[in-house]
């Protein structure tokens, strides 16, 4: 009895691990509201406090993110880390590096949601980089 019914929940199993990865891979981008206002706005603080001694808030929109479309979140985060604040590398809270992220995010019109972005999910969320984020049936969180 049962040797017939396992197989079935087995493939049934299976095709939906399969159907979520996909789904999910789809949507863990910067285009999916994957941070919120709030953590922008911190970013923003940690921005005029400190980046801004020696940077524009342009530095980081347009081109300089487009060249990050296609990596992972914590991949722009390592590299600012171990380069920046330039008079003192790494000097920051890996939450300060992200935050700031996010205000960058906000710069290049990044929809924003619910959710913060963690220091783990940075791993897995890739940057998409899009002259414009106003189609509205693509920005769903994590649809
Ligand atoms: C003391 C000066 C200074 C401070 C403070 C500073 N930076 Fe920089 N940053 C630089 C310099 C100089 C460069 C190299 C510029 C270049 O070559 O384009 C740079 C480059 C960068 C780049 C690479 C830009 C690119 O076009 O590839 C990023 C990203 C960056 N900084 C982020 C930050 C952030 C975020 C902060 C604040 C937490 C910060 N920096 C604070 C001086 C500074």
Redesign the pocket.
């Known amino acids: 009895m049962h040797s017939h019914v396992r197989p079935f929940w087995i493939a049934l199993l299976a095709l939906g691990g399969v159907y979520a990865n996909a789904a999910a891979q789809d949507a863990q981008t910067t285009a999916h509201m994957v941070y919120t206002e709030e953590q922008a706005t911190r970013g923003e603080d940690?921005?005029w406090n400190?980046?801004?001694?020696?940077?524009f808030e342009e530095?980081?929109a347009g081109?300089?993110m487009q060249?990050w479309s296609g990596a992972m979140v914590k991949d722009?985060m390592d590299?600012?880390k171990a380069?920046?604040?330039?008079?003192?590398p790494g000097g920051?809270e890996d939450s300060?590096?992200l935050d700031?992220?996010t205000y960058?995010f906000k710069i290049n019109g990044m929809p924003t949601g619910d959710t913060e972005i963690s220091t783990t999910d940075a791993g897995i969320i890739e940057i998409d980089w899009r002259p414009s984020y106003d189609e509205p049936n693509d920005i769903k969180p994590y649809d």
């Open positions: 940690v921005f400190i980046c801004s001694e020696c940077h530095d980081f081109p300089f060249s722009l590299e600012i380069t920046m604040p330039e008079d003192n920051l300060q590096y700031v992220i960058m």
